[in-house]
């Protein structure tokens, strides 16, 4: 019976008393060993026994009332400073990567640490269409090759672009390997981990936080097909865990902490996106796995928080929150409520083969030698997206401003070959109306079609290579990517639909002749949405971040449209998100509290010991000596151990932690000189009166006061499906007796590995408690 090893807690006020006494280090109290699962229960009769003790003692003096009184607000006071801290990162990271991006095609002559953007802002040279101005150098101009001949100059800016995207990648890789091998990946699937009552040691850690900072904008300006919006989640996750150790009512109590790490999560969608609301409905949704009321609260400032301290540094310089804020003039009609259902699905197909393939193509890195080689994969995918990518205009800029391209809506200014359609033959009174008028589709935009073509393609299958490589990857980004070019191109198709057959039925009464009704740009945005849905499996938090993240908020019937039909599709294929799916693969023992258990068996079937197995290792009330109590700890890796009446009677009394009685047994030694190996040990309410012998007979020990007398148990016929739902909510491990009798144990590892066996999975992929 695999346990998990854990410590004292309210169930035993004199033992705590004890160690505090005696030189044991209080911290030890209240910390888990590195892969164990928490006790949830445990945990929160701590900080209620903690709660007690500060109002009881509020009424001894002023200093004890001030001290309730931080006690009551530290809750909020923690979740300001995440919030505080969140946004500075997520603000300095937005404004290296755009430099850094920048970077790879030229450089701002006289100030090398403007970007492109911040070079053309006052530029009196500045060309229309946004793409430069005098002041802003290619690296071929710098070289001096500018003017000799055109392939030559296209080949060293192609050169260059090629080995500053290979220097940032490999730096990002050198660096996380080196210093924090946990910097690596999304780290969604662990926060969701963590949530759910894991601990990982060091995953939230300093240097994670410093080394992800550094190396997510180094891996996005690579312009390997990642985003730093999954990473900015595991960022803001490192703040709250450092400031919720600053606060012992957070930092001592692992429950505790965990509503700080769900209000970190909420921050960092909120920065990611620039949406408060969709960063706390995403914890909840997404993330979060214990979610009272006040964390909801909490979750929400805190991401209020974290919003505002990014407005206020303005990282993209346009007085918003997000990188595509777009405002569309046109309604939405219902006819084209069938393409938007369309691309929901596409959007949820996509989805379902992205996650197959990722999956598969992960397993295979960590069961072949290519696990062995993390930098080396990382340069070969680096070379290889920036060879492919340069060429085409679309997947050459950053993933972020390409969807902020296609999400726009053509107005009479726009000069890009998006909105190159053939000039039209009506008369000039049309500039002053809001509707161009529809026209078929001009060279430049063909051009455009088919470089939207080749990038889908690519985007689509590099995205599959780059998820899980040794650097900081986020997934939101590619994917919105993927959808927005699909929907871009679907909503061209509508268009010119509409436009050649004008007399259809569907939507002959809402667009009028020689008018557009359609906005390309839209079904971008709800392609966006779709795929993102259908590789993540977000719903309500989907739509809300789509919304603010555009500021679209008449269009969010056909987002919703699009979500719903991406989930329904993808699930059919399969019903986990990539976060799941990678956590499955890691082998983190997640027990999905949403999943309904549907299995007919019943606990005696999933409790050890099995037939054949050795017999349960238990303590008996009475007649154990201190010695065969030491040689119990010495000689099992058990982390608890149920306490009986006696052999014969099996009776169950309670159950004890390992470290509890590790703890008790040390404090015996050092408070009393008479307490020998031989001494007996009494866990009930009364032992003997020592007698009155020898001056060095040993002393008897009572410990009753660290038995844990209310163990969660069941008995031998309980449903498996009610064992599961306790898992979920409470506990790590559960005794099972018959008539009052111990039968067995039953651990969470037991539960994941039943379920894995039900589902027809290898149950030794859980690997850790």
């Known amino acids: 019976h695999s346990m998990h090893k854990s410590q004292t807690t309210g169930t035993g006020t004199h033992l705590l008393e004890t160690i505090n006494n005696s030189d044991a280090n209080i911290d030890d109290i209240g910390t888990y060993d590195d892969f164990h699962t928490i006790d949830w229960l445990r945990e929160m009769s701590r900080n209620r026994l903690r709660h007690r003790q500060i109002l009881y003692r509020k009424k001894e003096s002023f200093f004890r009332t001030l001290k309730g009184l931080h006690d009551a607000w530290s809750g909020w006071l923690v979740v300001l400073l995440v919030g505080l801290a969140a946004g500075t990162c997520a603000g300095l990271i937005d404004i290296v990567t755009k430099w850094l991006t920048d970077v790879k095609l030229g450089t701002c002559s006289g100030k090398f640490w403007l970007n492109q953007e911040s070079c053309c802002w006052n530029s009196h040279t500045a060309e229309p269409s946004g793409t430069g101005c005098s002041e802003w150098k290619t690296w071929a101009t710098i070289f001096g090759v500018e003017n000799s001949n055109t392939g030559l100059t296209y080949g060293v800016n192609y050169l260059l672009y090629i080995v500053s995207a290979l220097i940032f990648a490999s730096l990002a890789a050198l660096l996380v390997k080196m210093f924090a091998p946990y910097a690596c990946g999304s780290g969604i699937p662990e926060v969701k981990t963590i949530l759910s009552g894991f601990i990982i040691r060091g995953y939230l850690g300093k240097w994670t936080l410093l080394i992800k900072s550094i190396t997510a904008p180094l891996a996005v300006a690579s312009n390997l097909s990642l985003g730093k919006e999954g990473p900015l989640v595991h960022i803001a996750s490192c703040c709250g865990n450092i400031f919720a150790h600053l606060f012992p009512k957070y930092g001592k109590n692992e429950a505790k902490k965990r509503e700080v790490l769900s209000a970190a999560a909420a921050a960092g969608v909120s920065v990611a996106f620039g949406a408060p609301v969709g960063g706390v409905l995403f914890s909840l949704e997404e993330v979060s796995y214990y979610f009272p009321m006040k964390t909801l609260w909490r979750s929400f400032f805190c991401a209020l928080t974290a919003a505002f301290i990014l407005r206020s540094i303005n990282p993209f310089g346009n007085s918003h929150l997000v990188m595509f804020y777009v405002t569309y003039n046109k309604p939405w009609f219902l006819f084209e409520l069938v393409p938007f259902a369309l691309i929901g699905a596409l959007g949820g197909l996509y989805g379902a083969a992205f996650i197959h393939a990722n999956l598969a193509w992960c397993k295979f890195r960590k069961n072949s030698k290519l696990g062995n080689y993390p930098i080396l994969e990382v340069v070969v995918v680096t070379f290889i997206t920036a060879a492919a990518s340069y ?114 039925a569907l939507w002959k009464t809402s667009c009028h002749a020689g008018h557009s009704c359609v906005t390309p740009g839209l079904y971008a945005m709800v392609g966006a949405a779709a795929t993102l849905g259908g590789v993540t499996r977000m719903t309500v938090s989907l739509v809300v971040i789509m919304f603010e993240l555009t500021g679209g908020l008449q269009y969010i019937v056909p987002l919703m449209a699009a979500a719903m039909f991406s989930k329904w599709v993808g699930d059919a294929f399969g019903n986990e998100g990539i976060y799941d799916g990678h956590i499955r693969l890691n082998g983190y023992p997640f027990l999905d509290n949403k999943e309904e258990f549907t299995h007919t068996t019943l606990a005696t079937d999933v409790m050890r010991p099995r037939r054949g197995d050795q017999p349960l290792t238990v303590i008996e009330q009475e007649g154990m000596t201190v010695g065969d109590l030491e040689h119990l700890v010495r000689t099992t890796k058990y982390n608890g151990f149920p306490v009986i009446t006696s052999h014969e009677s099996q009776q169950l009394i309670g159950y004890l932690y390992r470290r509890d009685l590790i703890l008790a047994l040390e404090n015996a030694h050092h408070n009393n000189e008479h307490v020998l190996s031989n001494s007996l040990v009494y866990f009930t309410l009364h032992a003997p009166t020592p007698s009155l012998g020898g001056a060095n007979d040993p002393v008897p020990l009572r410990l009753f006061n660290i038995v844990d007398l209310s163990p969660i148990t069941v008995t031998d016929h309980t449903p498996m499906e009610i064992v599961v739902e306790i898992f979920s909510k409470l506990g790590r491990q559960a005794l099972v007796t018959h008539n009052g009798k111990l039968l067995g144990i039953i651990t969470k590892k037991d539960v994941l590995r039943h379920i894995a066996q039900l589902n027809k999975q290898d149950p030794d992929s859980i690997l850790f408690n």
């Open 391 to 504: 060429p085409n205009p679309y997947t050459r800029i950053d993933a972020s401003m390409m969807i902020a391209e296609l999400v726009k809506e053509c107005g009479p200014v726009m000069q890009n070959n998006l909105c190159d359609y053939t000039a039209s033959v009506v008369n000039a009174t049309f500039s002053v109306v809001k509707d161009p008028p529809v026209t078929p589709i001009g060279s430049g935009l063909r051009t455009a079609l088919w470089q939207l073509a080749l990038a889908l393609l690519f985007k689509g299958i590099i995205t599959v290579f780059t998820f899980g490589i040794k650097v900081p990857t986020g997934l939101f980004i590619p994917s919105m990517g993927v959808g927005a070019i699909m929907g871009r191109l679907i909503g061209v198709g509508v268009e010119q639909l509409v436009y050649n057959y004008p007399d259809c």
